[in-house]
């Protein structure tokens, strides 16, 4: 694999950037054998991306600071897409594609316009569908747009948002609850909308709607936080 080498970036522009920029989410991987604060998805990479993805294009849905747009480059993709709708979010991604001096597209716009025209290889869609108002339509229109895999990452019926703001039994059975095909429905229009246990996505895409051929389900490394991750493909 190709590794993540700055042309553009001293160390002490490098040190300076770090001082003054507060990253998080996803722990990004520096020149000078620096790195930033986050949560390591390393192990996530390793478990969506083939070793070699020979030129297969790939679009991350809510790429935050880009960590898997980089990972994908690693593997010898070829076009790369980033959406990111926060600003924050997204400036701090145009600040790592400086680091790192890689090609990659990074839009701070929704991803139903890219995808009314275009398609890719591989869609990730990783913690971002429980946000959503229509989660479902969302799928429909991601699978449209997906020629061979898709990546979703999804918080299930043990997920610390959900189980915090429910009360007495349905917090208690949760774990019962994952094992079943179910879509539970926070109680809040922000943040966790929608949680799923891991069947009723396999049920959703697979056999009621086709839009998959087979989805794989597997603990996500974000398990502590009750997440999954079901890998779709064509």
Same mark, same amino acid.
């Given at each position: 694999?190709?590794?993540?080498?700055?042309?553009?970036?001293?160390?002490?522009?490098?040190?300076?950037?770090?001082?003054?920029?507060?990253?998080?989410?996803?722990?990004?991987?520096?020149?000078?054998?620096?790195?930033?604060?986050?949560?390591?998805?390393?192990?996530?990479?390793?478990?969506?991306?083939?070793?070699?993805?020979?030129?297969?294009?790939?679009?991350?849905?809510?790429?935050?600071?880009? +960590?898997?747009?980089?990972?994908?480059? @690693?593997?010898?993709? !070829?076009?790369?897409?980033? *959406?990111?709708?926060?600003?924050? %979010?997204?400036?701090?991604?145009?600040?790592?594609?400086?680091?790192?001096?890689?090609?990659?597209?990074?839009?701070?716009?929704?991803?139903?316009?890219?995808?009314?025209?275009?398609?890719?290889?591989?869609?990730?869609?990783?913690?971002?569908?429980?946000?959503?108002?229509?989660?479902?339509?969302?799928?429909?229109?991601?699978?449209?747009?997906?020629?061979?895999?898709?990546?979703?990452?999804?918080?299930? +019926?043990?997920?610390?948002?959900?189980? @915090?703001?429910?009360? !007495?039994?349905?917090?208690? *059975?949760?774990?019962?609850?994952? %094992?079943?095909?179910?879509?539970?429905?926070?109680?809040?229009?922000?943040?966790?909308?929608?949680?799923?246990?891991?069947?009723?996505?396999?049920?959703?895409?697979?056999?009621?709607?086709?839009?998959?051929?087979?989805?794989?389900?597997?603990?996500?490394?974000?398990?502590?936080?009750?997440?999954?991750?079901?890998?779709?493909?064509?």
């Amino acid at each position: 694999m190709t590794e993540l080498v700055s042309v553009n970036v001293s160390l002490e522009e490098l040190r300076e950037i770090l001082q003054r920029e507060h990253f998080g989410y996803q722990r990004m991987p520096l020149p000078y054998g620096l790195s930033t604060q986050g949560i390591d998805r390393s192990s996530t990479a390793r478990l969506i991306f083939e070793e070699d993805l020979q030129g297969a294009s790939v679009l991350d849905i809510g790429c935050c600071n880009g +960590f898997f747009c980089y990972e994908a480059k @690693r593997r010898n993709a !070829g076009r790369v897409v980033g *959406i990111e709708i926060n600003p924050e %979010r997204y400036r701090h991604a145009q600040i790592f594609r400086q680091i790192y001096g890689i090609d990659i597209e990074l839009r701070n716009d929704d991803f139903f316009s890219l995808l009314e025209n275009d398609s890719f290889d591989y869609v990730l869609f990783l913690n971002v569908v429980h946000h959503l108002s229509d989660p479902i339509e969302a799928l429909r229109k991601i699978s449209a747009g997906t020629r061979k895999r898709l990546v979703i990452e999804f918080p299930t +019926f043990s997920d610390h948002w959900y189980r @915090r703001e429910q009360k !007495g039994m349905a917090s208690l *059975i949760s774990w019962f609850f994952n %094992r079943i095909p179910l879509i539970g429905i926070g109680a809040s229009t922000k943040g966790t909308r929608f949680v799923f246990s891991p069947q009723a996505i396999y049920r959703l895409l697979v056999v009621q709607t086709g839009l998959f051929r087979t989805v794989r389900l597997f603990p996500s490394p974000f398990r502590e936080q009750g997440r999954y991750i079901a890998i779709c493909e064509k």
